[in-house]
């Protein structure tokens, strides 16, 4: 029986894990759920799972203590809660996909000798980078990739030395504005932006694919997860979201892993230590795809590639710094105060301006990215607002 601690379980990522739990009854029992706001799918998943603990945001904690009072469950709030739940000392297995930075202290307190750390939320490696890799490796934890390219890398990989890799290629989908022209994507709307065409994922990871950070964050990830020179990291675009990524070996050969778009297949791999569930996922009809297509990203358009390359190169506190720009723009964005193109244009201003010295302590990346969130406020606030250049139906 594999024992579970789920953060962020109300979410896209959280959803599907307790789908694949669902479907396998006696496999998987769920010890501690993370939810934030969603009060109602929250109750829901206490109902029906029964964890011995479960975390909600401190804005709805007192509707769900009472709501579970005499129910067994204990009903935590906030960081701690969450903390707590990633924590649970019982669970052989950390689920972890809150979205975006918050996800990174309960992750990093979920860190445990012998414990699998199935990683969604990106994030965590981005802001954390190396302080996190060295916990994972100084506790004797295992970090197993959810993300779709990373899960890829990481199956082609079975069985083969890293010694032997010329380099990695991640797939990106190109997103719902693939095609247009930086002067078009200025007028891009919300909407638009979260009209992904092959993945149905949370607003912030969607607006990221459609301006390509998401692939930015990745190549950071790849980095952290796989202990990769950015030399041996190429992005190239395949609309149709079948072939998940790529690694290139130094004699020539390509090792590829293909599926449906459905999050089902990284994540039942990653929490069941590397097995291969049974699940309902859509087939592959080859002769009805026809064809798999390939393109380089256009980088004049989507610079958000670039910026993760630089701030890699940078190194410091430049990824700290791209990421927390990231989350502010991208919230900005969705709140229409800010333009589509005004997401890269925040990045791109926080890069610049990020310290070059190291932050390596939890606390330091933490202290970064407060920092760093007060400047790209500022930038924010000085930016043309939404509604002058986007066409709001
Ligand atoms: N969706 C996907 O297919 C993929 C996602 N990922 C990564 O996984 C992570 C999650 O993505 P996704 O599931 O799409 O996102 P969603 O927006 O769908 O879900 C986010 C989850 O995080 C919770 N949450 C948000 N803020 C907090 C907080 N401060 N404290 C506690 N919980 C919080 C939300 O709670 P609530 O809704 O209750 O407020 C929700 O459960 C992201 O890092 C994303 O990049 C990676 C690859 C694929
Ligand atoms: C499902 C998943 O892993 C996402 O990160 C996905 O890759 C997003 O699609 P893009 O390729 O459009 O960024
Ligand atoms: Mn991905």
Not at 170 to 182: D, E, I, V, W
Request: with cysteine.
């Amino acid at each position: 029986m594999i024992t579970l601690s789920i953060l962020g379980s109300t979410g896209s990522i959280g959803r599907s894990t307790l789908d694949i739990v669902r479907a396998h009854p006696g496999r998987f029992r769920v010890l501690a759920l993370a939810a934030g706001k969603n009060a109602g799918i929250a109750m829901e998943q206490a109902r029906e799972f029964r964890p011995e603990m479960l975390s909600v945001a401190n804005e709805i904690y007192p509707e769900i203590r009472d709501a579970l009072a005499g129910s067994g469950i204990r009903v935590l709030a906030g960081l701690d809660g969450a903390c707590a739940v990633s924590a649970c000392a019982d669970a052989s297995v950390l689920l972890s996909a809150i979205v975006g930075e918050a996800g990174l202290a309960p992750t990093w307190e979920g860190i445990l000798p012998g414990r699998i750390i199935a990683l969604a939320n990106k994030e965590t490696l981005v802001a954390g980078g190396e302080a996190v890799v060295r916990r994972v490796k100084a506790k004797g934890a295992r970090l197993m990739p959810v993300d779709s390219e990373h899960s890829a890398i990481h199956q082609a990989m079975r069985g083969h030395p890293w010694s032997r890799v010329r380099r990695v290629i991640l797939t990106a989908s190109g997103g719902p504005m693939f095609g247009r022209t930086r002067k078009e994507l200025q007028s891009v709307t919300v909407e638009e932006a979260l009209n992904h065409p092959t993945w149905k994922m949370g607003p912030k990871i969607t607006v990221d694919s459609a301006t390509l950070m998401n692939k930015g964050l990745e190549i950071i990830e790849a980095k952290w997860l796989f202990d990769l020179s950015p030399r041996q990291i190429e992005v190239v675009v395949h609309r149709q979201s079948i072939i998940h990524s790529m690694v290139e070996f130094v004699d020539g050969s390509f090792l590829a892993q293909l599926g449906s778009p459905d999050m089902r297949g990284p994540i039942s791999y990653a929490i069941s230590g590397e097995d291969r569930l049974d699940l309902d996922v859509k087939t592959l009809d080859f002769p009805a795809i026809a064809q798999l297509t390939f393109h380089r990203p256009d980088h004049e358009a989507f610079p958000s590639i670039g910026f993760a390359f630089r701030a890699l190169e940078k190194g410091g506190q430049a990824s700290i710094w791209l990421n927390a720009a990231n989350e502010l723009a991208v919230q900005a964005f969705l709140d229409k105060k800010i333009p589509f193109d005004g997401i890269s244009r925040v990045q791109e201003l926080l890069l610049e301006e990020a310290p070059e010295n190291p932050a390596l302590s939890l606390e330091e990346i933490q202290l970064s990215s407060v920092r760093a969130r007060k400047v790209a406020g500022e930038k924010i606030e000085e930016m043309v607002p939404y509604h002058k250049v986007a066409t709001v139906s």
